[in-house]
């Protein structure tokens, strides 16, 4: 079922190369201390991940469904340099900085307006049914070289 008008998500989009994704902190995502537990950022980077494959035209649900396999991280480094907190909103910035046959490499930033919660590079790898890498859609590989970022890539 499909939802529409007012009652869509709002999902993130393109500024440029850089995909910006907003979340907004819930009482669920915080621990007892009042912050956001660390892994939540994971959580939050997926979600933004999702979104902007979606927004590029990547169908990684029709994908699955016929077979042909899906996205799993392989590798991810984080750095963690500030805390949100509830009620916070919270921008996920991901911009592609490698494309191969088989990966994906994303440089993910989390910022609570100017201030930088975390940064991380994330590692996807296209994999078949059985788990084992293969090459991924020829035209996915196409809209990602369109993608990749050419700036500074400062990373974990």
Known sequence: MTVTGEDQPK???FEGH??????RVYFEDTDLSGVVYHANYLRYMERARSDMLRVAGIDQRA???????????????????ASARLDD????????????????????TVRCGAVKLTDARVTVAWVG???????????WIAIYQRLVWQGDTQHP
């Open 63 to 81: 994908a699955h469904e016929a077979g042909q396999g899906a996205y799993a991280v392989t590798d991810i480094a984080i750095r963690y340099a």
């Open 18 to 23: 850089e995909h910006r994704f907003a979340v």
């Open 11 to 13: 999902g993130g989009r």
């Open 89 to 108: 909103d919270l921008i996920v910035e991901s911009r592609l900085i490698e494309v191969s046959a088989v990966r994906v490499v994303i440089h993910q």
């Open 129 to 139: 049914p059985n788990g084992r890498p293969r090459r991924q859609p020829a035209d």
